[in-house]
């Protein structure tokens, strides 16, 4: 293995750092203008590079780029996993399966026939092209899906698809990769058993088994002495490298072998993938924008240099053969006109399209770096387009409620006379409900109904009652983390949304007043 020299190790390490000061200053301004944020460190790479001021040079067979990709696609397919909801998933399998096969294959093979047709690329190359531009990122879906406008079939279609198709997507460019090696099929023709063995079973098998065995091993320490909360974050990540590494010692895909051991624990262990979320997702995503610094710095331009006319019909192509699929997908069920929209329009290629593509250049397969160029000129398109469409989205919103939205200390909507004691508490077995049921003896209150200064973490029902009706301003809010919210059918009677990421804010454009009781609602 090859190890980085002291100046070498402490430049990636001051890489590290700016990488995460940067994305922390500017976290604030990218949620609010939807700003790319991808394209915000695919410039600091450009500023860093060669082109740049030199500091950071970064080629295709750079044992930095290959660490930092294979733990990039391990935490993508890991996370993924692990943050599917199960519930939905089944409640919506039809709209799964209806964005993954028609959807999502369907796409992947009319760009591998536009890139064998346009581009002359050899069928298995353009193969392993269409699936990895085929594939959406959740990374640059991220800012689309936390909007409060995007509707809830929209947001799960494309939440369902982002999670799931990367593993669909992967065999396809593993098997493609055979094709392309010297001697292709024939030479692997008596190993093919043994490689769909090791691909399908070895390696998801030796996933579950890793995440049966970790979730086992963490229920029973948290039982007899405990654990951490922050530190069942660093532990889900254990278990994310630990099936990788125990696939990859038995042949099989550690890659599937992540994917598997996430879903092992999202099926089993629901403490476990909430606090991964809080924590692990932010590790992840770190990891996601450091590798887009170092392909930025000169890698992800080289498909620049492919530009020709017929690249250019195959990149504009590429963006809307999407679209054209998924309406035409979508166009029988009962989805609403506006969810079609988004769910056809936004599907981003992104740091997953390069993870794909670089496995065969890892492998040193031929055709790989020329395949890797024509991916990166489409990943450079849609970072600029589709990230500029939620740009426009946010400022026409901002032009269309400018002067409508309500202002400081602007009076609450009016609570319902009543709210039932079972809508108030449903949902709250996971973790302490903020309204208890209605004969619960939680702690005294005075005269005005308002609880007593020692027992204000819990109010009951008939509290809450008694602070309506003395005239107090009082307002239920579904404080519930957004995996939750978006996981279940279920609201409390009344209750306001507060989006949990930016409370203040959203509190404000709702309209609540700053003097009200907050009841908060949550699990």
């Known amino acids: 293995m090859e190890l980085l020299s002291t100046e070498s190790f402490a430049a990636m390490m001051a890489l590290v750092g700016v990488v995460i000061v940067v994305a922390a200053l500017l976290s604030g301004y990218i949620e609010r203008s939807s700003f790319p944020q991808v394209a915000v460190f695919l ?24 660490v930092v990709a294979t733990l990039s696609l ?40 536009l890139a064998w047709w346009l581009l002359r690329l050899p069928p298995a190359a353009a193969v392993i092209l269409g699936a990895a531009l085929a594939s959406t990122d959740p990374v640059l879906l991220r800012g689309l899906l936390r909007r409060p406008d995007v509707p809830r079939e929209g947001r799960i279609a494309l939440r369902l698809e982002s999670g799931l198709n990367d593993v669909i997507l992967l065999p396809v460019v593993l098997i493609a990769m055979i094709f392309l090696r010297p001697g292709g099929a024939e030479g692997e023709a008596v190993s093919w058993g043994k490689l769909l063995l090791d691909l399908f079973l070895l390696g998801p098998a030796a996933g579950v088994l890793v995440g049966l065995l970790g979730v086992a091993t963490l229920d029973l320490v948290r039982r007899r002495i405990g654990v951490r909360r922050d530190y069942e974050s660093l532990y889900s990540l254990g278990i994310a490298f630990a099936a990788f590494a125990a696939a990859e010692a038995v042949h099989g895909s550690g890659f599937l072998a992540a994917f598997m051991a996430g879903l092992t624990v999202a099926a089993l262990d629901v403490e476990l993938c909430d606090c991964f979320l809080e924590y692990g997702e932010t590790t992840g995503e770190m990891a996601l924008l450091f590798t887009f610094v170092l ?33 035409l997908t979508l166009a029988a069920t009962r989805i609403d006109r506006k969810s079609r929209f988004l ?5 981003p290629r992104g740091l997953s399209s390069l993870l794909l593509v670089l496995l065969p250049v890892f492998a040193g397969v031929p055709q ?3 395949i890797f160029s024509y991916c990166c ?32 200390g602007a009076p609450a909507a009016e609570p319902p006379a009543a709210i039932p004691a079972a809508a108030v508490v449903a949902n709250a077995a996971g973790g302490g409900p903020a309204a208890a049921p209605e004969d619960e003896d939680v702690g005294e209150a005075d005269e005005s109904g308002v609880p007593a200064e020692a027992d204000r973490e819990r109010i009951t029902v008939a509290e809450l009652r008694r602070l309506w009706d003395s005239g107090e ?28 990421n930016r409370p203040a804010q959203d509190a404000q454009e709702k309209g609540i007043p700053k003097e009200a009781w907050a009841a908060l609602f949550c699990t």
């Not at 410039?43 to 750079?62: C, F, K, R, T």
């Not at 959807?103 to 009319?110: E, Q, R, V």
């Not at 398109?381 to 309500?406: E, I, Q, Y």
């Not at 579904?478 to 009344?494: C, I």
């Open 473 to 500: 301003p009082v307002v239920v809010v579904d404080a519930r983390s957004e995996r939750t919210f978006l996981a279940s059918d279920e609201e409390a009677v009344g209750a306001v949304r507060v989006d949990p």
């Open 343 to 347: 769910i056809a329009w936004f599907g």
């Open 295 to 327: 392909l930025g710095a000169s890698l992800i331009w080289s498909g620049l240099a492919l530009l020709t006319v017929a690249s250019l019909a195959f990149a504009l192509a590429t963006i809307f053969i999407r679209p054209v699929t998924f309406l």
């Open 43 to 66: 410039a600091l790479g450009a500023a860093l590079g060669p082109q740049g001021l030199g500091l950071l040079n970064v080629g295709l067979d750079s044992p930095i780029l290959r």
């Open 368 to 370: 790989s770096a020329r």
């Open 377 to 408: 000129l489409v990943v450079v398109f849609s970072v600029a387009v589709h990230g500029g469409t939620l740009m426009a989205l946010n400022r026409w919103k901002d032009r269309h409620n400018n002067g409508d939205g309500p202002q400081d």
């Open 74 to 113: 391990t935490l993508v397919l890991f996370t993924d996993a692990v943050s599917l909801s199960i519930r939905e998933a089944r409640k919506y399998s039809g709209l799964a399966l209806l964005v993954l096969g028609p959807g999502t294959l369907s796409s992947a093979a009319l760009i591998s026939l």
